[in-house]
């Protein structure tokens, strides 16, 4: 499942809606991502976020903090993006330096400004299939199984190896809703193993290089890898063992290159989104 090329198309898609509601409406979406400290990893993902928003047509606003800022100072920056007419979207890039609350940050964003899906009205509504954001990630998953699996997902067992509220209970709601049965395994699982070989499709999500191996999975299975890992070499890897998985799987998404770009254009979509339902 080449997430590369389904997120371009998306992407292009994009392109079009975007400079359709600024000439019919004269709205251009804006995204405003909030990044606290100095992590290169987050620094080069929300550089990635404002040229990709660009490249769509969209406005990006970014802001840079220290390290030190207070959970006063970055409330204060939430409720003004909260007021901002130009910003349709936030997202405050996680996770946050350890003395700021990430939780009240969350739930400061007006959720319908909240493209991360992350505030627990968006999760709320998510979890009794109601119209609103989902989380990126998730939503990515979901499209590239709509994409390239053809069939009906209804009556598949779905394992979802992982249980944040980032990825693993997100990913299973949307699941569910597909009608799947869905098993949610973590840390404290009986038999992972066992329980993962039963698995029409199986959900990596755990941040454990090539954890899942090829014993692990039933010929035939689909395999969404959303972990992403760099080794000590620097190279990228996945939750599961690709090399020796891939060849047991009707479709399996590579590391990197699979969920990844996805993640970046749903963020987009979710963006677009927000600017026709806030600006009216």
């Known amino acids: 499942m080449d997430g590369k090329a389904l997120s371009a198309?998306?992407?292009?898609?994009?392109?079009?809606?975007?400079?359709?509601?600024?000439?019919?409406?004269?709205?251009?979406?804006?995204?405003?991502?909030?990044?606290?400290?100095?992590d290169p990893a987050s620094h080069?993902?929300?550089?990635?976020?404002?040229?990709?928003?660009?490249?769509?047509?969209?406005?990006?606003?970014?802001?840079?903090?220290?390290a030190n800022t207070t959970q006063s100072d970055l409330l204060a920056l939430v409720q003004k993006l909260?007021?901002?007419?130009?910003?349709?979207?936030?997202?405050?890039?996680?996770?946050?330096?350890?003395?700021?609350?990430?939780?009240?940050?969350?739930?400061?964003i007006d959720p319908a400004k909240d493209v991360d899906g992350f505030h627990p009205v968006n999760v709320g509504k998510l979890s009794v299939?109601?119209?609103?954001?989902v989380p990126c990630t998730p939503l990515g998953c979901l499209k590239l199984l709509q994409h390239y699996v053809p069939q009906d997902l209804s009556g598949k067992h779905a394992v979802v190896i992982g249980r944040s509220n980032i990825?693993?209970?997100?990913?299973?709601?949307?699941?569910?809703?597909?009608?799947?049965?869905?098993?949610?395994?973590?840390?404290?699982t009986k038999d992972l193993q066992a329980l993962c070989r039963t698995a029409d499709i199986l959900v990596a999500a755990i941040g454990k290089p090539h954890f899942v191996k090829a014993e692990w999975v039933k010929d035939g299975a689909i395999v969404l890898d959303v972990g992403i890992n760099r080794l000590d070499n620097g190279t990228l890897?996945?939750?599961?063992?690709?090399?020796?998985?891939?060849p047991k799987t009707a479709a399996i998404t590579p590391v990197p290159g699979g969920v990844g770009p996805m993640t970046i254009a749903c963020l987009l979509e979710n963006t677009y989104q927000a600017a026709v339902a806030w600006q009216g």
């Open 9 to 38: 198309a998306l992407r292009t898609d994009l392109t079009a809606k975007v400079a359709a509601l600024k000439a019919t409406r004269g709205i251009t979406a804006g995204l405003a991502v909030v990044l606290v400290g100095d």
């Open 167 to 188: 990825v693993g209970k997100p990913v299973a709601a949307l699941l569910l809703a597909q009608n799947c049965t869905v098993t949610i395994a973590h840390s404290k």
């Open 44 to 66: 080069v993902y929300v550089r990635n976020k404002g040229k990709q928003c660009v490249a769509v047509g969209m406005n990006s606003f970014e802001h840079i903090l220290p």
């Open 82 to 108: 909260n007021a901002d007419d130009a910003v349709d979207g936030i997202l405050v890039q996680l996770p946050l330096p350890a003395h700021l609350d990430a939780q009240e940050v969350i739930n400061t």
């Open 237 to 246: 890897v996945g939750d599961v063992d690709y090399a020796a998985v891939a």
């Open 129 to 133: 299939g109601l119209s609103g954001f």
